[in-house]
């Protein structure tokens, strides 16, 4: 998802010490303050929702608020199943350490996929629609942690986690899967690149036998240069260095896979979050954009495929529509399949917000189901690495935790590998700014009497 705004580093730090210390604090909200900042920049698909998509960033997370006043023909209905299935125990763990630094490479390699019998080291590789480890059936479930590898040395936007990501891991049961951005600015000091804070997440994921999904690049202009556009995708990455970056997008990920190429705390890596082609102004040439990401995914998945041969690459383009209301630039009904089918991406991916009480998501095609239909046509799995449902207030969390459950079921046994929630809050966080309900999901604290959000208890448990 896109975010907005600037978070309060201070003001985060000192709400987050006096959570650690056991005393309750109060979140202030100013008027006219930039903390928790919000612009209106969605609006959800015209298909009869009459809904409002808005999104920003406060004090801790990402933030983002729905309202829907008409929905369609059963998106309002819950269909939450009565039986839960036990906890089962946690996959195998990941073992070994990153890798030592590589050299620089910038090889341009005939696009080709990865080898689809899985290796032995327990890395996650692909057979045909399913995931294996070790030559058995792999799914998973987890959380977006967008900020693990934000603060310390060198610091980065997106926030912090106090001291380290082993603060969230520590609430969750082991053997889950957390997404975190990788932007190349995150790494980057005194000229310099300090791989720091990315060890630290590997370190502290294998010690939890978790796996990481890293995203190198955003679609937006949040902690990640200017926003991607159709000339960025047809050839900007090549050759264009951002503000705060030491070299190409290009570049920057044959240097992050080559340093952590064979790790298998890595589950797969994501290209782009969201990616889509769009023009300069925003409008869409669809023809353009599907050969414009056709030839990214080609020549970015294929790059890393013969650095790092075993692990999985999802591209991390959508089926379905974005917040605009449009249809993803590039992808829009059977181009999503044309795209998938690039040998650069094994992983297809799929976002689920704004339809809290249905199941399967949208309603209105293409939806999940389609996604999942057309990568399967393609002989490959799909995963819905974003799925997102707003709670205002402490006795909305019951519920909300059921809707992940129902949603976890039907999506699963309709055909996906894998589910990540978002997202991880550093402190129970509800409204800030005023009426901007937070998506964050949260620990144990005294902050104002909560207890641990029990969407927490969703994960690492069977649904398929």
Not at 413 to 433: F, R
Not at 437 to 463: E, H, K, T, W
Request: charged share 10%; proline share 9%.
């Amino acid at each position: 998802m896109q975010l907005f705004g600037a978070p309060s580093l201070l003001r985060v730090r000192l709400l987050a010490l006096a959570v650690a210390a056991g005393i309750p604090a109060v979140l202030l909200v100013v008027p006219g303050a930039a903390v928790g900042s919000v612009q209106s920049t969605r609006v959800a698909p015209p298909h009869g929702s009459g809904g409002q998509i808005s999104e920003g960033h406060g004090p801790i997370g990402k933030l983002k608020s729905v309202s829907v006043t008409a929905s369609p023909p059963g998106a309002g209905q819950f269909h939450a199943r009565s039986k839960f299935v036990p906890s089962v125990a946690a996959t195998a763990s990941p073992n070994g350490a990153p890798s030592a630094p590589g050299p620089r490479a910038t090889p341009t390699p005939t696009p080709s996929a990865p080898p689809a019998g899985p290796p032995s080291s327990g890395i996650v590789g692909r057979s045909g629609t399913e995931l294996v480890v070790a030559g058995q059936p792999y799914h998973f479930t987890g959380i977006n942690i967008y900020m693990a590898a934000s603060g310390g040395t060198p610091s980065s936007c997106g926030g912090e986690l106090y001291p380290n990501v082993g603060v969230p891991l520590a609430q969750m049961p082991n053997g889950i899967v957390f997404r975190f951005w990788a932007f190349q600015d995150f790494f980057v000091s005194n000229g310099a690149f300090n791989w720091s804070n990315f060890d630290l997440v590997l370190q502290m994921a294998a010690e939890h036998q978790d796996r990481v999904i890293p995203v190198l690049a955003n679609q937006y202009n949040y902690c990640d240069g200017p926003a991607k556009d159709l000339a960025w995708y047809q050839s900007g990455y090549q050759t264009t260095v951002s503000s705060g970056d030491l070299v190409s997008y290009r570049q920057y990920v044959a240097d992050v896979v080559t340093r952590y190429a064979g790790n298998p705390t890595v589950a797969m890596w994501q290209l782009v979050n969201e990616g889509q082609a769009v023009n300069d102004n925003g409008s869409c040439d669809e023809s353009a954009a599907l050969s414009a990401l056709l030839s990214f995914s080609n020549d970015v998945g294929g790059l890393i495929h013969s650095l790092d041969p075993h692990h999985l690459v999802s591209l991390g383009t959508l089926a379905g529509y974005s917040g605009s209301g449009l249809q993803w630039c590039g992808a829009a009904n059977g181009d999503y399949q044309t795209l998938m089918a690039s040998p650069g991406n094994d992983v297809c991916d799929f976002h689920d917000y704004g339809y809290p009480s249905s199941p399967m998501g949208n309603p209105q095609t293409p939806d999940l189901a389609t996604a999942i239909q057309m990568c399967h046509a393609d002989g490959k799995p799909i995963m819905v690495a974003e799925t997102g449902i707003f709670a205002s207030a402490s006795n909305q969390l019951a519920t909300r935790a059921a809707q992940f459950q129902a949603k976890f079921y039907s999506q699963f046994q309709a055909g996906v590998v894998g589910e990540l929630m978002w997202d991880w809050a550093n402190i129970p966080q509800y409204v800030s700014p005023v009426a901007d309900p937070d998506y964050g999901i949260f620990p144990a604290s005294s902050f104002d009497g909560y207890q641990a959000d029990p969407s927490l208890s969703l994960l690492g448990r069977v649904y398929w």
